[in-house]
């Protein structure tokens, strides 16, 4: 095989196992998410340096790496880049970095999105709206951008 394919091989799968963890894969949906809210989750302590760090070791973002917190319980990640593949991604965390609830992002097979249940319509909901300062998710929910 020619060096850039095997490259290219080797890449797909390394996003399919980051992406796979266990969870299964699904197309993301748009959904009525007028009433969506954060599953409560008692006393969560966040370690905002580890996502820091996360962030700024982040692969193809460029474009976008931005950290929010949410309820000061909730983590949201996203990314956007000029890469071939993997160009864009947004993870959901619960207290800490190894506790990602959701993802949706970008890799060789096509768009990729994993989601427990109790956190679907709130992802859906941060999802349609990454522009907004609140991330639509409006007086309900405490959001804090993260400076790097």
Not at 68 to 96: A, H, K, M, P
């Amino acid at each position: 095989m020619m060096p850039k394919i095997k490259i290219f091989i080797f890449a797909g799968v390394l996003m399919l196992i980051v992406f796979s963890a266990g969870c299964i894969f699904k197309s993301v949906k748009n959904e009525n998410v007028e009433n969506a809210s954060a599953p409560s989750g008692g006393d969560v302590k966040v370690n905002l340096e580890s996502f820091k760090k996360l962030a700024r070791g982040a692969v193809c973002a460029d474009k976008k790496n931005e950290l929010f917190l949410i309820d000061g319980r909730l983590v949201f990640w996203t990314t956007q880049g000029n890469c071939n593949d993997s160009s864009y991604s947004s993870v959901l965390f619960e207290g800490n970095v190894d506790n990602e609830v959701c993802s949706y992002g970008d890799s060789i097979a096509g768009p990729m999105e994993t989601c427990d249940d109790e956190y679907k319509e709130l992802f859906q909901r941060i999802l349609s709206n990454l522009d907004a300062s609140d991330l639509g998710l409006g007086d309900e929910h405490k959001v804090e951008a993260i400076p790097l």
